[in-house]
């Protein structure tokens, strides 16, 4: 019953958010989702309905934990970023708490240069 209720609450934050928020060209949406393993990143233009660029910690190869392949995830994305021609997103944080490999993954995004 735990974890429906998890999932649940979950779902809910993340429809808040996204009534609220919305991509563009010119600042694309930052949509962030994590697995029990990995953390996945994309920028996300919703007028257009389109990705960018994304960018997971598949990608990097091993890491000494978790939190820490999410730093060099939003690192990743923030150079990508830069490469499109992108400065400023909004932080689209999926309905997960802003805390822990959520907050790693923006604070590498900032490090790398993007503004959230």
Known sequence: ???LQKRAHRETRRKRVRRKISGTAERP???VYRSNVH???QLIDDDEGR???AAD???IGESENRKEAARKVGE???????GAGVETVIFDRGGNRYHGRIAALAEGARE???KL
């Open 29 to 31: 949406r930052l949509s």
């Open 39 to 41: 953390i996945y990143a």
């Open 76 to 82: 990743l994305i923030a150079k990508k970023a830069s």
């Open 112 to 114: 790398g240069g993007l």
């Open 51 to 53: 990705t960018l660029v």
């Open 57 to 59: 910690s598949r990608e």
């Open 1 to 3: 019953m735990a974890v």
